[in-house]
């Protein structure tokens, strides 16, 4: 009876850390999807204000509707680096495991 019951004890104790292993599994699944889901949306975003970019450059004059300022900010998010930064920052942490 005693020897039964550490089967049973040594059963359970691999029940759950198998538990534990598969759910660590998971959980990094769901951050690398969500890392990923991440840097695809912000790839979208920085392809449309370029295109946003050159089409305000290609179109006549009489037909924009960005303010200089406007170019400005969108030129200084673009090519200053900020988003080249953050795009290093989520593909290290995705790599790094």
Same mark, same amino acid.
Request: hydrophobic residues 40%; charged residues 25%; proline residues 3%.
């Given at each position: 009876m005693f020897?039964?019951?550490?089967?049973?004890?040594?059963s359970y104790s691999n029940k759950r850390k198998e538990q534990k292993e598969l759910f660590e599994i998971q959980d990094n699944k769901v951050? #690398?999807? &969500?890392?990923?889901?991440?840097?695809?949306?912000l790839w979208f975003f920085v392809v449309a204000m370029?295109?946003?970019?050159?089409l305000h450059?290609?179109?006549?004059?009489?037909? #924009?509707? &960005?303010?200089?300022?406007q170019i400005q900010s969108l030129d200084k998010l673009l090519f200053s680096g900020s988003i080249g930064g953050i795009l290093g920052e989520f593909g290290g942490t995705i790599f790094e495991k």
């Open positions: 020897e039964r019951g550490i089967r049973e004890d040594e951050k #690398h999807n &969500l890392a990923t889901w991440s840097i695809y949306i370029f295109i946003v970019r050159i450059l290609l179109f006549p004059t009489n037909s #924009h509707w &960005l303010s200089e300022t």
